[in-house]
T-cell receptor, first 113, second 109 residues
Framework: GAGVSQSPRYKVAKRGQDVALRCDPI?????LFWYQQALGQGPEFLTYFQNEAQLDKSGLPSDRFFAERPEGSVSTLKIQRTQQEDSAVYLC???????????FGPGTRLLVL | GQNIDQPTEMTATEGAIVQINCTYQ??????LFWYQQHAGEAPTFLSY????GLEEKGRFSSFLSRSKGYSYLLLKELQMKDSASYLCAVRENAGKSTFGDGTTLTVKP
């Protein structure tokens, strides 16, 4: 079956622009996670949804970052007024209710110039 | 704070065995995961431990000691395709997982 998909795969933004990153989780997965991965580092937790409820957003680095999952399936991570330090790969993952395994999407590579 | 330590790099020979260690100090513990990540690709799940002991899955095994805050990933019969980054991650609660920075394994012929 289809895995987790993310779009766009690559995004170049000028500093100060707003961007929106999309994640389509595996069908039926109730849990959805967003991570930020800088070059040479492990993924850093950003936020977590269970269905449409955002249960943990403690990892969002600033109020410029906003995530939503209004119907409990597709999720969007929005970054307002992008800064150069926002350049990273943004990974989305989903899991079923038992959460033994997270399935990751291919990521969106964001470059802010 | 949260801290996960694993070696930055390791090198091993094709056909050999390698052990990648991970130590952790986290505010909560709800399982430890190992992921494989090839350059430019997404992490893929390798193993999950929530109880102490060894979990074996083909050429890969993972061990956990919760009292010591310690895990290792054992890779046997190394193949060239095993060259990748190996990430140790602790799930602290239902949502949040903390990852180490990964161990880059190079397998040489």
């Amino acid at each position: 079956g289809a895995g987790v998909s993310q779009s766009p795969r690559y995004k170049v933004a000028k500093r100060g622009q707003d961007v929106a990153l999309r994640c389509d989780p595996i069908s039926g997965h109730v849990s959805l996670f967003w991570y930020q991965q800088a070059l040479g580092q492990g993924p850093e937790f950003l936020t977590y949804f269970q269905n449409e409820a955002q249960l943990d957003k403690s990892g969002l680095p600033s109020d410029r970052f906003f995530a939503e999952r209004p119907e409990g399936s597709v999720s969007t991570l929005k970054i307002q007024r992008t800064q150069q330090e926002d350049s990273a790969v943004y990974l989305c993952a989903s899991s079923s209710e038992n959460q033994e395994t997270q399935y990751f999407g291919p990521g969106t590579r964001l470059l802010v110039l | 704070g949260q801290n996960i330590d694993q070696p930055t790099e390791m090198t091993a020979t094709e056909g050999a065995i390698v052990q990648i260690n991970c130590t952790y100090q986290t505010s909560g513990f709800n399982g430890l995961f190992w992921y494989q990540q090839h350059a430019g690709e997404a992490p893929t799940f390798l193993s999950y431990n929530v109880l102490d002991g060894l979990e074996e899955k083909g050429r890969f095994s993972s061990f956990l000691s919760r009292s010591k805050g310690y895990s290792y990933l054992l890779l046997k019969e190394l193949q060239m395709k095993d060259s990748a980054s190996y990430l140790c991650a602790v799930r602290e609660n239902a949502g949040k997982s903390t990852f180490g920075d990964g161990t880059t394994l190079t397998v040489k012929p």
